[in-house]
């Protein structure tokens, strides 16, 4: 099936995000069993949640190229916005793990309850749920109703709490001299949520008449995500110092 520039730029630019997402899940996964530190695995998991949200157009764009037709759209919607919550747990608790450790149980058990809620909504009422957007080719959705709140504190928690929050670690952490590569990786994942936000509000919000700004969203979002994995990711010091101690023995 001969299919349109707008459907290719749509799915090729979905499945980037999601390998983004899925090479970091496994890449932090291999980390972790090398490394055993406690928060890898916890990062592992919200690449993995950050991939799946453009899995349902990922999808789709693969069944249109091979069979000509989209997918059911509440499988398009499940597959695509299950983990939503669940990534907004686990970067909480990441955050409050960083630079509120105090709290983080406390919103831990928060996010919780809003998943919990979230997903009652999903899977007892999905005609609820969503409104299908038929394209001229590709089928999109739009989240509704209680989902569609939740999804949206959940994105300003993200702007307000999280990024802001490795932000002011950083500017704290430079005050007091902390090392250049520190401060720099907490800056990274502090303006990677900020990039990752602006992101998904782009392609939330501005009209399918707009198509070539949906992208560049989805570009600034991709880029976001390299910036929070790669703050995120062990530093190689470890290794060098390791190297150092074999030598001198």
């Known amino acids: 099936m001969a299919l349109s520039l707008q459907t290719y730029l749509n799915g090729i630019t979905a499945w980037i995000i999601v390998i983004i997402g899925f090479t970091y899940y496994v890449v932090f996964l291999v980390k972790y069993f090398q490394r055993k530190k406690p928060l890898l695995p916890y990062v592992s998991l919200a690449a993995l949640c950050l991939g799946t949200f453009y899995l349902g157009p990922g999808i789709t764009f693969l069944k249109l190229v091979f069979t000509g037709t989209n997918l059911d759209p509440t499988l398009y919607f499940m597959i695509s916005y299950t983990l939503n919550p669940v990534g907004t747990l686990i970067v909480v608790y990441l955050g409050f793990s960083i630079f509120q450790p105090k709290y983080k149980n406390q919103a831990s058990y928060f996010y919780l309850i809003l998943l919990a809620v979230y997903w009652v909504f999903m899977f007892v009422w999905p005609e609820n749920a969503f409104e299908t957007i038929a394209g001229e080719e590709m ?27 490795f932000i002011r670690l950083a500017i704290k952490m430079k005050k007091k001299g902390a090392p250049k590569g520190d401060v720099t990786q907490l800056f990274m994942i502090g303006f990677g949520w900020l990039l990752f936000v602006i992101g998904a509000i782009t392609d939330a919000i501005i009209p399918a008449s707009l198509f070539y700004f949906i992208i560049a969203g989805r570009i600034v979002m991709a880029i976001g995500y390299f910036m929070i994995f790669e703050g995120f990711m062990p530093p190689k010091q470890e290794k060098i ?9």
């Open 139 to 165: 089928l999109d959705t739009n989240l509704a109703g209680v989902i569609r709140i939740i999804t949206a504190f959940n994105i300003l928690t993200v702007l307000l709490v999280v990024s802001t929050g």
């Open 241 to 249: 110092s390791k190297k150092q101690e074999d030598e001198s023995e």
